[in-house]
């Protein structure tokens, strides 16, 4: 059975500070890892990773897989009130044809 | 947490027919929702499946193109009625649960491949 496991669950930050969220996970022929920020009910695409090394950049995030070890992080830098949400990662198994999500990470920035 | 389960995990249909899709959960929730996940892009709202009542379609969904039936609080059907190659997509059924209005709680998944 294919799994995600996402940590911290939450946390509090402040306004300039620079967050790592976890993506740790275990799938049956791996396709792609997927990140989303929800802030309301659908969640926004973020990066969709699926080769290993290779850093993808948005801005201020920025997120990175290392298919040997079964991890994926997703960097923000200079946190903004903005960047509150739940940031949810999941996996898409070639196999399974399916996706598994994580259970997110609630960031909260305050000011 | 919840357990959700969609049937079926993944079907290759032919242009211009229709596919059911059933979503169970295994604890009664407050709000069902179904999504589609098409490649590269945001995971898009197409409803929120409303128990006996008819489902609340997001702008650029209709009812008679996704059909949405949602007969008690754990189980949803979306179907995707006649098909076209741009339908072909994940579709994901999801869940709050109560007293976690923040939390949703996606199914598998149910990908599809229209021809």
């Known amino acids: 059975e294919d799994k995600v496991v996402q940590s911290p669950l939450s946390l509090v930050v402040h306004e300039g500070d620079t967050v790592t969220l976890n993506c740790s996970y275990e799938?049956?022929?791996?396709?792609?890892l997927l990140w989303y920020k929800q802030e309301k009910k659908a969640p926004t695409f973020l990066f969709m990773l699926t080769s290993s090394g290779i850093e993808k950049k948005s801005g201020r995030l920025s997120s990175i897989l290392d298919k040997k070890e079964l991890f994926s992080i997703l960097n923000i830098t200079a946190t903004q009130t903005g960047d509150s949400a739940i940031y949810l990662c999941?996996?898409?198994?070639?196999?399974?044809?399916?996706?598994?999500f994580g259970k997110g990470t609630k960031l909260s920035v305050i000011p | 947490s919840a357990v959700i389960s969609q049937k079926p995990s993944r079907d290759i249909c032919q242009r211009g027919t229709s596919l059911t899709i059933q979503c169970q959960v295994d604890?009664?929730?407050?709000?069902m929702f179904w999504y589609r996940q098409q490649p590269g892009q945001s995971l898009t709202l197409i409803a929120t499946a409303n128990q006996g009542s008819e489902a609340t379609y997001e702008s650029g969904f209709v009812i008679d193109k996704f059909p949405i039936s949602r007969p008690n609080l754990t189980f949803s059907t979306l179907t995707v009625s006649n098909m076209s190659p741009e339908d072909s997509s994940i579709y994901l059924c999801?869940?709050?649960?109560?007293?976690?209005?923040?939390?949703?709680?996606f199914g598998p998944g149910t990908r599809l491949l229209v021809l």
């Open positions: 999941a996996v898409e198994g070639a196999g399974s044809y399916q996706l598994t």
């Open positions: 799938v049956t022929n791996f396709r792609s």
């Open positions: 999801s869940v709050e649960l109560a007293g976690q209005k923040e939390t949703q709680y």
């Open positions: 604890s009664q929730v407050t709000m």
